[in-house]
């Protein structure tokens, strides 16, 4: 699993709440990012950082804000939760020879109800 | 925009054929492409990484080739087994270090 770590795992929250997903990884990879992943359109990116408080945004980034304070830590926080959000969260880094490789996380399954 | 297709959207082979994954993208300024397997309600696990350099990489049964200039990749599994049943992404890397996903083929080895 390349030291990354998602949390919570699973949620259900209700409409117009705010929530925040965690990403954690162990050995300090520059980049990281995060993805949904949703039937009939694949995975697509959020928002993606290449370090601390450097972050940008993906094609499907409205709606969703992020955060890096350290290098380990990348937050993910749906700022009024919508039924459109439900959907896995997929947290991936950058690592391997040459820092060129993905590795993802094992995914948060989130519930918009 | 980068567009990722993968073709077919979904194979079922018999124990023991050979068989050829396809994946194409639109934009050849690629850094790398990278095919993942993916199992019902699980993460994506990393099977290859091709650089732009590179024609093809092995692992164990698998090989990937890439065509960069012709935009195309392709993911060969050798003596399949009940267990590559999966689903099958490539994914590119572009400009800003962002991959860029294919909507997969879901592959069924049957015994």
């Known amino acids: 699993d390349a030291g990354i770590t998602q949390s919570p795992r699973h949620k259900v929250t209700e409409t117009g709440t705010p929530v925040t997903l965690r990403c954690h990884q162990t050995e300090n990879h520059r980049y990281m990012y995060w993805y949904r992943q949703d039937p009939g359109h694949g995975l697509r990116l959020i928002h993606y950082s290449y370090g601390v408080k450097d972050t940008d945004k993906g094609e499907v980034s409205d709606g969703y804000s992020v955060s890096r304070s350290k290098t380990e830590d990348f937050l993910l926080t749906l700022e009024s939760a919508t039924s459109s959000q439900t959907s896995v969260y997929f947290c991936?880094?950058?690592?391997?020879?040459?820092?060129?490789?993905?590795?993802f996380g094992q995914g948060t399954r989130l519930t918009v109800v | 925009k980068q567009e990722v297709t993968q073709i077919p959207a979904a194979l079922s082979v018999p124990e023991g054929e050979n068989l050829v994954l396809n994946c194409s993208f639109t934009d050849s300024a690629i850094y790398n492409l990278q095919w993942f397997r993916q199992d019902p309600g699980k993460g994506l696990t990393s099977l290859l990484l091709?650089?732009?350099?590179?024609r093809e990489q092995t692992s164990g049964r698998l090989n990937a080739s890439l065509d960069k200039s012709s935009g195309r990749s392709t993911l060969y599994i050798a003596a399949s087994q009940p267990g590559d049943s999966a689903t099958y992404l490539c994914a590119v890397t572009g400009g800003g270090n962002k991959l860029t996903f294919g909507t997969g083929t879901q592959l069924k080895v049957e015994l």
């Open positions: 091709i650089q732009s350099s590179q």
């Open positions: 991936a880094i950058r690592a391997g020879t040459g820092g060129t490789e993905a590795f």
